[in-house]
């Protein structure tokens, strides 16, 4: 079918808005060349300028035929190849140059996603795989546009009014496929997987290039009405407000995210606005095309993210502008599009799904086939460049194109090579007037002040006493100070150049092999290591080696590190260790003496109380008022020697480690009751006023052993009373929180001085006691710190001299039981104590329940002793009470 001539007014404008495509090629050459780094630039803009004549000739040799030649069943063209436009029509040849530019721009937004890291020959071949593939899916949407049937996908419904898929979204899937095979440049991520931002070179060329593509815009989205006629000019309006919208949104976002403007969040925004509403600009609304740039923005920076979550380098933001912003314009004709002026007789939901049918093929073929190709032929030859020439820059690894500021660099380089920091301004022969030569000239004086700075460092160095070397990765000593001679013995030139493997003590070496080998390979920084040498003189010396690895451009170079002789230390250490070790066997030999003392010591100071009490009770004969008086004050000294004599005990048994507890549910409240019930009548004595805060916590369960914590909780409550001010308070306060209760004991005594509180709760410390004439032994506290610990608790204190002392116990809840459970576990622990119960001596003071009275014995009673006092002691005990059976049934049996 013979192309249809068009008014001379539609080629003019197609020629017109070609021209506006065209200079889209400066926009993206700017954008990406200030987007890029200084030592890339040059490569960046020889590409954008080589991919466009390459992709210009290309379709016209067969782009153009493939895409608008007459169709072979809606799948490929088949005319028009090489087109001659020496005879052409006049509108034949302006379609032509009109797609030229598309074809152009497509390879171009490629160039920006692999730049700073691809060889130039690798780029041209992506741009005949691009050139090649892009007319291919472009003739399923547009072809039959010049001639013919349509593509098999615009019969199915689908529609792409400018190019979001064609163009741009072809162009995202080649360049993501480019960008997975070349991977991301040296630097943009590191190890740990954070990212690492790569500053553009020149901004304000990137914005003038944004504001290039822009404009070009007008063109690209207006031509593509093909006709100069009432409908370009809403066109070319929803293309300006939806970059707007873009650019607005993105603006904002990126305030929020980033905490200021981000200068490219606007830029990016604007681009993925233009390329959003290309599918649509000419079958949406106003209000529309707003939207579909606001959303257009908020999916690039979504997947801007995405791809820097999974470290995928695209240097110039290509992806996210042209792929995810393509992928949702091209969605949205099918969401907003008006069907009239869509005219593919579909509903809105088949629309959408022949969007999504688009969308697909087109990932399908480029993405799919791009990144089959593209893995094929970098097997054949890498598209990425040496690791050096990276480094290097392409300007100069790829087409030998330097500038003065290149030129100070490598002769930086070289200098840095070879050692000689020479005269840059003479070497080079620089202007000093340029901005160059003036740093060439501040590179000198800079040189100058470093040499002097290295000859001092030098004479600190060489005039220390401890050690500094330097070895290759390998372990060779390159360099060694003269404390390195005086500690092994060895001079200079013995050393350098010999492996540091043969100082080391025979049985060190290998563990040290292994040490820094871990450091080399994990690229530690610095580690301290402390080992033994062995002199020239046969002498093992300990040292204390801090080594620093030292790297280049993120790779070992070399070993850093000094030496300290810590001989003496060393040996002074091993002295005190077999001193403290002494002191520990015999500490726990005196506890374990104490601890197995406590038989001997209890059973004589037993029968002393219980015949004393016996005395004191007997009905028989009653002692007079002279003898009673004795015989308390009897039980009182025996009584305050069991006491000291218990804490003693206590504190040998915990330091042995024989002490043993039964930790079990305690209630709280019968515990405080009992314990303030013992304690009320010494506080009575004293005119010490007590008062109890922990009524509601009376229920709540401690996980504690019970007698345990009642000697706690008497020796904190006996200490509050002792050490107070005449008339003074002891408050008992309770607190819960996190499974943990906190019970505090305040006094308004003394206080206790800030530099005595270190020493509290060490034993035999009787801090106040001074003052007081208060008796003890001063392991009180030693005492109940340990037991509290031995109770997964804790003991703390809170003191202000002249107002008094707070001691908080912190031990774990159980959990709390129903009320009901509560209270029938708190009657069955008081019948239990009160059954048991004992004097403070360890002596019975009541029959157990049950026992008869006398005449109707029933009790046979067996009491194994081998004392002779304490045998007497429970014949005279038993005699009084009402079992007589025992002598008359059978005899007793002393052991």
Same mark, same amino acid.
């Given at each position: ?544 080696? #801090?080594? =620093? +690895? ?6 070992? $170079?070399?070993? %850093?590190?000094?030496? &300290? /002789?810590? @001989? ?104 405080? #009751?009992? =314990? +303030? ?6 506080? $009575?004595?004293? %005119?010490?006023?007590? &008062? /109890?805060? @922990? ?201």
């Amino acid at each position: 079918m013979a192309t249809a001539e068009k008014p001379l007014l539609d080629v003019l404008w197609l020629l017109t808005t070609a021209v506006l495509v065209f200079l889209m090629q400066a926009g993206f050459l700017f954008l990406e060349t200030g987007l890029t780094r200084a030592k890339n630039y040059i490569n960046v803009a020889v590409k954008n300028l080589v991919d466009f004549g390459l992709a210009f000739t290309l379709f016209w040799a067969f782009g153009f035929a493939l895409m608008f030649g007459a169709t072979n069943g809606g799948w490929l063209g088949s005319t028009h190849f090489m087109v001659s436009f020496t005879d052409a029509k006049p509108w034949l040849t302006a379609f032509f140059l009109f797609q030229a530019m598309f074809a152009g721009t497509t390879v171009t937004i490629i160039s920006g996603a692999v730049a700073e890291r691809i060889r130039f020959r690798a780029y041209i071949v992506i741009a005949i795989v691009c050139s090649t593939l892009y007319p291919l899916y472009g003739h399923w949407v547009w072809g039959g546009v010049l001639q013919g049937a349509p593509g098999w996908l615009a019969a199915r419904g689908f529609v792409d009014f400018a190019g979001s898929t064609v163009v741009h979204s072809v162009a995202g899937w080649l360049a993501l496929a480019a960008v997975l095979i070349v991977g991301p440049r040296l630097g943009r991520f590191e190890a740990d997987g954070t990212s690492r931002p790569i500053t553009p070179s020149n901004v304000p060329v990137v914005m003038f290039g944004t504001l290039f593509l822009w404009v070009g815009w007008i063109g690209f989205n207006g031509g593509s009405v093909l006709a100069f006629d009432g409908t370009v000019p809403g066109v070319i309006a929803n293309t300006m407000l939806a970059a707007s919208g873009g650019l607005l949104t993105a603006l904002g976002v990126g305030w929020l995210r980033y905490g200021y403007p981000k200068p490219t969040s606007p830029m990016n925004g604007a681009l993925a606005g233009l390329v959003a509403i290309t599918a649509s600009s000419h079958a949406v609304s106003t209000p529309a095309a707003f939207l579909i740039g606001a959303v257009g923005a908020v999916v690039m920076m979504a997947l801007e993210a995405a791809l820097v979550r999974w470290r995928i380098d695209d240097a110039v933001g290509a992806i996210p502008v042209h792929l995810g912003a393509g992928i949702w314009g091209t969605l949205a004709v099918g969401m907003l599009g008006d069907p009239a002026i869509l005219g593919t007789g579909l509903g809105r939901l088949e629309q959408i799904g022949a969007q999504l049918l688009g969308i697909s093929v087109a990932g399908a073929l480029t993405f799919g086939g791009g990144y089959v190709l593209f893995r094929l032929l970098n097997q054949l030859a890498p598209f990425r460049v040496s690791r050096e020439d990276e480094i290097k820059g392409l300007n100069v690894s790829e087409h030998q194109a330097t500038t003065e500021l290149v030129n100070l660099l490598l002769a930086m380089e070289e200098r840095t090579r070879t050692g000689d920091i020479g005269d840059l301004v003479q070497a080079l022969d620089f202007d000093p007037f340029t901005e160059v030569g003036q740093v060439a000239e501040q590179y000198n004086k800079i040189v100058a002040q470093l040499e002097g700075q290295e000859k001092r460092y030098r004479r600190l160095v060489e005039g220390t006493s401890d050690g500094v070397f330097t070895t290759d990765t390998r372990g060779h000593l390159t360099y060694v100070n003269p404390a390195i001679s005086a500690i092994t013995g060895y001079k200079k030139d013995q050393l350098i150049g010999t492996h540091f493997l043969p100082l080391i003590a025979p049985e060190w070496k290998r563990r040290v092999q292994v040490h820094y080998l871990k450091q080399l390979r994990r690229r530690a920084p610095e580690t301290v290591l402390e080992l033994p040498i062995v002199t020239q003189s046969g002498e093992q010396r300990w040292i204390e080696q #801090t080594v =620093t +690895l030292i790297t280049k451009d993120l790779e070992p $170079e070399a070993f %850093q590190g000094t030496v &300290r /002789d810590t @001989t003496a230390r060393k040996q002074a250490e091993e002295a005190l260790l077999h001193a403290k070790e002494g002191a520990e066997q015999a500490s726990l030999a005196k506890s374990q003496f104490l601890s197995s003392m406590s038989h001997e010591l209890r059973t004589p100071l037993n029968a002393i109380l219980g015949f004393s009490q016996l005395l004191d009770a007997d009905p028989i004969e009653p002692l007079t008022p002279s003898q009673q008086e004795n015989v308390e004050q009897i039980s009182r000294a025996g009584e305050h020697l069991l006491e000291l004599i218990n804490e003693v005990l206590d504190l040998a048994r915990i330091e042995a480690g024989r002490l043993t507890l039964s930790i079990e549910p305690v209630e709280l409240g019968l515990l405080l #009751t009992e =314990t +303030l019930a013992i304690t009320a009548p010494m506080a $009575e004595q004293q %005119q010490i006023r007590i &008062r /109890d805060e @922990t009524e509601p916590f009376h229920e709540y369960m401690l996980m504690a052993d019970r007698n345990r914590l009642r000697q706690i909780l008497l020796n904190l409550l006996s200490n509050a009373i002792k050490y107070n001010r005449e008339r003074g308070m002891v408050t008992v306060a309770a607190d819960a929180a996190e499974g943990r209760l906190y019970l505090s004991v305040t006094d308004t005594g003394p206080g206790i001085p800030e530099h005595q509180m270190t020493a509290l709760f060490e034993p035999f410390n009787r801090l106040g006691a001074e003052a007081t004439e208060v008796e003890g032994t001063g392991v009180g506290l030693t005492i109940t710190k340990q037991l509290a610990e031995l109770m997964h608790g804790s003991v703390s204190v809170m003191s202000r001299p002249g107002q008094g002392s707070c001691f908080t116990i912190e031990l774990p809840l159980a959990e709390t039981p129903e009320v009901e459970e509560v209270e029938a576990l708190g009657t069955a622990m008081t019948g239990a104590g009160s059954a048991a119960e004992a004097a403070p001596n360890g002596v019975p003071n009541s029959v157990p329940d049950g026992v008869p009275e006398a005449g109707t014995p029933v009790w046979t009673v067996l009491y194994v002793e081998d004392n002779p006092a304490n045998q007497r002691l429970v014949q005279q005990i038993l005699k009084h009470r009402p079992v007589s059976s025992y002598s008359r049934r059978r005899r007793p049996c002393w052991v």
